[in-house]
């Protein structure tokens, strides 16, 4: 068994990269409210709060995936990816048929990802279910009751450690930088890709020498309509110091009609999702041994903010596609 | 989920079973198929190994199979050994006209995947059905056209020789 990564990186207070909230600096600390807090009742119940999401975070075992599990499943998820979000997965062919791999994604759709749902299927039938494949998640969603089958699939909570651990183990791994930043983006913000500046996926990248997959989705912010991430409302709250959540987005979502936070997630419009998966980057061959992190990052927005630009110039009509 | 699809093919069984024994044609004739390609080295025969993908949906499904009876100008099964459960058949009978029926069945499903997995079996069925479909008429026009071929080559190589 693997030791509780997560939770020691998040009491060492480091720099974690995050699949639904990427590269965040770890303030949630344990235990009652933040020090210095003059909250009084209110701040210490956020506090505890806080302590029990991060207490929930389940430690990072890789050996917890479950190809049979997972394999299982994937008629489910075919029929919801094929029918319901008529997906479409191109270019998985430039995804090297071996060895570790960061696979770097734009995300969308507010806290139900069906970029993540029709990517994990594909790369999954594509590959098969038995070359490891893990994606990372934020802390609060492997920490929220019902969600612990994640794990199965290979969703791991999102830090350097693990992601170091499943790439040096020679696993492709799925990672979304943008994160809740740019998951809750506004609808007409859709077709733009924003990791917010971070940069932490690069350094990770070269840490680990692995080539990095650029993967584009467009049509996942189309299945709702986000109206705002609410950054100012989550800091009003505190929810930032607390819980790592920068927003608290606001969107108008089937079926609470105004959907503040997004916590119980919402009934996504059937909007057509396309991926597509773009050639290796290997940084040190195409940037020099001692790459410029700054001038990787400009280049990798570059190839997906041109990638999405040609995804949505496809579409003809929003949700339909 | 078992789906079958069937042909007559204006040619004797060995010009169809060149085609359909040789995994180099697959791309080229197979409606749906974006890869066929042989692992292991052996390109044909009992026990050659293929990585097969079939586009169904969102997805492009398969997985590695192995072919597991090999009848010459007759039958050629497989079944697989990773990804999807599947049973596949090639089926060539002689007609009489120098004709050659063929079947191509095709059996898949994934073992433990529930009331989902029957259901999706039930949805991806006429795609599948119309991927083989198409094939055996892609197949057809292909062995047809090459008997053609060959028959002119041949008529050619007889009037340069009577010249």
């Known amino acids: 068994m693997d030791r509780p990564v997560a939770a020691g990186a998040a009491a060492n207070g480091h720099a974690q990269v995050n699949g639904h909230g990427a590269e965040i600096v770890l303030a949630a600390a344990e235990g009652p409210a933040p020090r210095g807090s003059s909250w009084g009742l209110p701040g210490r119940l956020a506090g505890a709060l806080a302590g029990q999401v991060t207490r929930r975070i389940p430690p990072a075992d890789l050996d917890e995936r479950d190809p049979d599990y997972i394999r299982e499943r994937l008629p489910g998820f075919w029929l919801l990816a094929s029918l319901w979000f008529r997906g479409e997965v191109r270019g998985l062919g430039n995804v090297p048929e071996k060895g570790g791999v960061l696979l770097v994604g734009n995300h969308s759709g507010g806290n139900l990802t069906p970029d993540t749902l029709v990517f994990t299927l594909a790369f999954s039938t594509y590959f098969g279910v038995e070359r490891p494949f893990y994606q990372l998640a934020h802390n609060l969603v492997m920490s929220m009751p019902g969600l612990s089958s994640l794990r199965r699939f290979g969703t791991v909570a999102a830090s350097p450690a693990n992601a170091r651990k499943a790439l040096s183990a020679g696993a492709a791994v799925l990672v979304y930088p943008g994160g809740d930043h740019e998951v809750h983006r506004p609808s007409w913000e859709g077709n733009r890709v924003n990791f917010d500046g971070r940069k932490g996926f690069i350094r990770l990248a070269l840490d680990q020498d692995v080539p990095i997959v650029p993967v584009v989705s467009v049509g996942g912010q189309e299945t709702a309509l986000f109206l705002t991430r609410g950054e100012g409302l989550s800091k009003l709250l505190g929810l930032d110091r607390l819980l790592r959540l920068k927003v608290l987005p606001i969107s108008l979502a089937i079926p609470w009609g105004m959907n503040v936070g997004d916590m119980l997630g919402h009934v996504p419009l059937p909007a057509k999702i396309t991926i597509e998966a773009l050639p290796p980057i290997d940084l040190r061959a195409e940037f020099g041994p001692d790459p410029d992190v700054d001038e990787v990052y400009a280049h990798v927005m570059r190839v997906m903010q041109d990638t999405l630009d040609a995804l949505a110039a496809e579409r003809r009509l929003p949700v339909l596609g | ?163």
């Open chain 2, 1 to 163: 989920m078992r789906v079958a699809a069937e042909i007559d093919v204006s040619a004797p069984a060995e010009a169809v079973w060149a085609y359909v024994a040789d995994p180099g044609r697959y791309l080229h004739f197979m409606s749906g198929i974006t890869r066929w390609e042989v692992i292991d080295g052996r390109a044909t025969g009992l026990g050659a190994r293929y990585r097969m993908l079939l586009r169904v949906g969102s997805a492009e499904i398969g997985g590695v199979i192995e072919v597991v009876e090999h009848r010459e100008n007759c039958d050629m099964a497989w079944t697989s050994v990773t990804g999807v459960d599947q049973r596949g058949r090639w089926r060539l009978r002689e007609r009489p006209g120098g004709q050659t029926h063929v079947e191509l069945r095709l059996q898949y499903g994934v073992a433990g995947a529930g009331p989902l997995g029957w259901l999706s079996e039930q949805f991806a069925a006429p795609t599948v059905r119309g991927h083989l479909r198409r094939s055996l008429q892609q197949l057809k026009r292909q062995v047809e056209h090459e008997q053609l071929r060959v028959a002119a080559a041949a008529r050619r190589e007889a009037r340069a020789g009577a010249g």
